[in-house]
């Protein structure tokens, strides 16, 4: 035979293969009518793992076995997404544990953040919320948490990610530990670092440079043109500023805002000294109560698979065939499982959303833990 008709053979081959696999996922339809009406759940882990070693039984080679057992997985993650949707369409929901509201509370609040007065999270503060709202300042960002929690805050701002240094990893491992709060609003700072120190200092008597470890990576260009400079972390931006006006010390210098070489009295030696002068922190505000407003866009997730090849892979399917669009995803250390990671990912879409209610039915039924962390 030659290669046009071998296709031919092929092109003949493949209708089958379409028809045989309309008929089959009608089958699972009325699978999901049946579940609907029994109770049971979407995803039955011992008939699906009974059905692959059926399959890959009926084959002789490795690689055909291996092969069948990949082309099955696929069949039956279309399955389950086919039953969710019929599910979803009988009225099955997904509870989120959140409410809609018309709008944030942003005027009379009590609004905590990291650092001292001049932080880039203060700035961010400020700019989020009403200037009658009662901003204070906290040491760390789990102090922060801690305030909401108590109800001593309405809300707490913290930083999440930056354009240039990425996720502020401790933050997310934070959200987990306080699950009865939830993020419920964002906001985008553009972050430029200030060199400043004390009046009659100069770039060339500087010794040592202080700052948060975020912004020290964000201006790492400059540590390493004037390797003569130590750079030095501290807890927060205002802070270092702070520091270096409370010393003596003309040798020692900070990167902080604009507005924290105001508010401290210092002198600023260079501007935007952030090699990347788009440099942009997204800083999330958590709230105490589980709601979301009605024109919320972006919903945040955090979720764990089991340990075993493909399960991140269908996990995320159900996002593709929902159409929802992945913004984000991060992957951090599980402290109590070695080298054994759980995700962070942020998704566009409302709680309310059919779409959404969809994917998560298919994604709960797929993953060993969910948290949504807040819709904003």
């Given at each position: 035979?030659?290669?046009?008709?071998?296709?031919?053979?092929?092109?003949?081959?493949?209708?089958?293969?379409?028809?045989?696999?309309?008929?089959?996922?009608?089958?699972?339809?009325?699978?999901?009518?049946?579940?609907?009406?029994?109770?049971?759940?979407?995803?039955?882990?011992?008939?699906?793992?009974?059905?692959?070693?059926?399959?890959?039984?009926?084959?002789?080679?490795?690689?055909?076995?291996?092969?069948?057992?990949?082309?099955?997985?696929?069949?039956?993650?279309?399955?389950?997404?086919?039953?969710?949707?019929?599910?979803?369409e009988?009225?099955?929901?997904?509870?989120?544990?959140?409410?809609?509201?018309?709008?944030?509370?942003?005027?009379?609040?009590?609004?905590?953040?990291?650092?001292?007065?001049?932080?880039?999270?203060?700035?961010?503060?400020?700019?989020?919320f009403?200037?009658?709202?009662?901003?204070?300042?906290?040491?760390?960002?789990?102090?922060?948490?801690?305030?909401?929690?108590?109800?001593?805050?309405?809300?707490?701002?913290?930083?999440?990610?930056?354009?240039s240094?990425?996720?502020?990893?401790?933050?997310?491992?934070?959200?987990?530990?306080?699950?009865?709060?939830?993020?419920?609003?964002?906001?985008?700072?553009?972050?430029?670092?200030?060199?400043?120190?004390?009046?009659?200092?100069?770039?060339?008597?500087?010794?040592?440079?202080?700052?948060?470890?975020?912004?020290?990576?964000?201006?790492?260009?400059?540590?390493?043109?004037?390797?003569?400079?130590?750079?030095?972390?501290?807890?927060?931006?205002?802070?270092?500023?702070?520091?270096?006006?409370?010393?003596?010390?003309?040798?020692?210098?900070?990167?902080?805002?604009?507005?924290?070489?105001?508010?401290?009295?210092?002198?600023?030696?260079?501007?935007?000294?952030?090699?990347?002068?788009?440099n942009?922190?997204?800083?999330?505000?958590?709230?105490?109560?589980?709601?979301?407003?009605?024109?919320?866009?972006?919903?945040?997730?955090?979720?764990?698979?089991?340990?075993?090849?493909?399960?991140?892979?269908?996990?995320?399917g159900?996002?593709?065939?929902?159409?929802?669009?992945?913004?984000?995803i991060?992957?951090?250390?599980?402290?109590?499982?070695?080298?054994?990671?759980?995700?962070?990912?942020?998704?566009e879409?409302?709680?309310?959303?059919?779409?959404?209610?969809?994917?998560?039915?298919?994604?709960?039924?797929?993953?060993?833990?969910?948290?949504?962390?807040?819709?904003?």
């Amino acid at each position: 035979m030659n290669l046009l008709e071998i296709r031919d053979k092929l092109d003949v081959i493949d209708r089958e293969i379409v028809e045989l696999y309309q008929k089959r996922m009608e089958l699972c339809g009325e699978v999901a009518r049946d579940k609907i009406r029994t109770g049971k759940k979407v995803f039955d882990p011992v008939r699906e793992a009974q059905k692959l070693d059926s399959v890959s039984a009926m084959v002789k080679t490795d690689f055909d076995k291996q092969a069948v057992r990949e082309l099955y997985q696929q069949l039956m993650t279309l399955s389950r997404r086919l039953q969710f949707e019929i599910m979803t369409e009988y009225g099955k929901t997904f509870d989120t544990g959140y409410r809609k509201v018309d709008r944030l509370k942003t005027s009379g609040c009590r609004v905590a953040y990291q650092g001292v007065e001049g932080a880039f999270a203060h700035l961010a503060a400020v700019r989020s919320f009403h200037r009658d709202c009662g901003f204070y300042n906290v040491r760390t960002w789990r102090d922060a948490m801690e305030e909401v929690k108590s109800g001593r805050a309405d809300y707490a701002v913290l930083p999440i990610e930056n354009s240039s240094h990425g996720a502020v990893s401790d933050n997310f491992d934070l959200l987990l530990e306080y699950p009865e709060l939830a993020i419920v609003a964002e906001t985008d700072l553009k972050v430029d670092h200030m060199l400043m120190a004390r009046e009659g200092a100069s770039l060339d008597s500087l010794r040592k440079v202080y700052s948060h470890p975020q912004a020290l990576g964000q201006c790492s260009q400059f540590f390493r043109n004037h390797p003569e400079i130590e750079a030095v972390p501290t807890i927060n931006t205002a802070v270092a500023a702070k520091l270096v006006a409370d010393s003596e010390d003309r040798t020692l210098g900070a990167l902080a805002s604009e507005q924290a070489a105001e508010l401290y009295g210092l002198t600023i030696l260079e501007r935007s000294v952030n090699q990347d002068k788009n440099n942009t922190t997204r800083f999330i505000i958590v709230g105490a109560e589980k709601i979301f407003q009605k024109d919320a866009h972006k919903i945040s997730l955090c979720f764990e698979t089991a340990h075993q090849p493909g399960a991140l892979y269908n996990v995320l399917g159900n996002f593709i065939f929902n159409n929802v669009n992945m913004i984000m995803i991060q992957s951090r250390p599980i402290p109590e499982k070695t080298f054994e990671y759980r995700f962070f990912a942020d998704i566009e879409g409302r709680l309310d959303d059919t779409n959404i209610i969809n994917a998560l039915n298919g994604v709960e039924d797929q993953i060993t833990e969910l948290r949504i962390l807040g819709c904003y």
